[in-house]
């Protein structure tokens, strides 16, 4: 029988990569993406594609409902990935656009997972894989938003492994670091919406945070492209005994390394180096 997955946010980067190199695979993939447009296109590559916007619980409700329908009632995988960055000072994001992040990143992701949870326990295993991030295990300034939902979405899966333990429900993070996507294109359209940067205390700093994100082309040393992630993924979803974690990019293994190794003052002073380098 098939083994079957579900994706979320899988119209571009790691998502789109993940979908189609898993059903390469032989998996049978269910993709979802918000836009119609984008779904559409998803159909056209040959993906089973989905509807989901996960700041909807009637979408979230209606899209897993359609997938267990075209399966008979089995889901086999889920991998969360749907999410975007919020850029921007914290003291200069409103409550509405923190809630925003948060209902995206981690309460439409965990609403999902928690549809999710009874099936697999109904069939007796499953593999739930979230993607997180670098920013997941430490945080960066003017990325507040984003680190919020993420050390959040870890805490979530870290109590969650330990609950389904002896379930047969294998519960594993993702945490990439700097990938080639669309992401830096999809954080600057949100900053420019929510952040009224030529009001805000930050106004020069924000100057380099833009030049970065409009920047083209690839990104900084140690970006991988997404395929980098889908390895971590096939073996979070194949391999006898899945790793609770799968660090991706070097960065992730650096920082990981010098959150554990370094006292926060000096963690902080390297982070501002850090922010400052990267948003000259």
Known sequence: MDRILLVTGASSGIGHHCAHALRARGWRVFATARRPEDVARLREEGL???????????????????????????????????????????????????????????????????????????????RIVHNSSVLGLVSLPFRGAYNATKHALEALADAQRLELAGSGIHVCLI??????????????????????????????????????????????????GP?????????????????????VTWPTWLLAGLKRALPSRALDAFLAVLSRWENR
Request: hydrophobic fraction near 40%; include cysteine.
């Open 48 to 126: 089973e594609a989905v509807p989901l916007d996960l700041a909807c619980e009637a979408s979230i409700e209606a899209a897993l409902e359609t997938v267990l329908a075209a399966t008979g009632g089995r889901l086999d995988a889920l991998f969360n990935n749907g999410a975007y960055g919020q850029p921007g000072a914290v003291e200069d994001l409103s409550r509405d656009v923190l809630r925003a992040q948060f209902e995206v990143n981690l309460f439409g992701t965990q609403s999902l997972t928690n549809r999710v949870i009874p099936v697999m326990r109904a069939q007796g295993h499953g």
């Open 175 to 224: 945490e990439p670091g700097p990938i080639e996507s669309r992401f830096r294109e999809n954080a600057l359209a949100a900053f420019r919406r929510h952040i009224d940067s030529e009001h805000s205390p930050y106004r020069a700093r924000y100057r380099g945070l833009l030049a970065r994100l409009e920047k083209k082309g690839p990104g900084g040393p140690g970006t991988l």
């Open 227 to 247: 395929e980098a992630v889908a390895r971590k993924l096939v073996h979070a979803l194949e391999a006898p005994r899945p790793r609770p974690r799968y660090y």
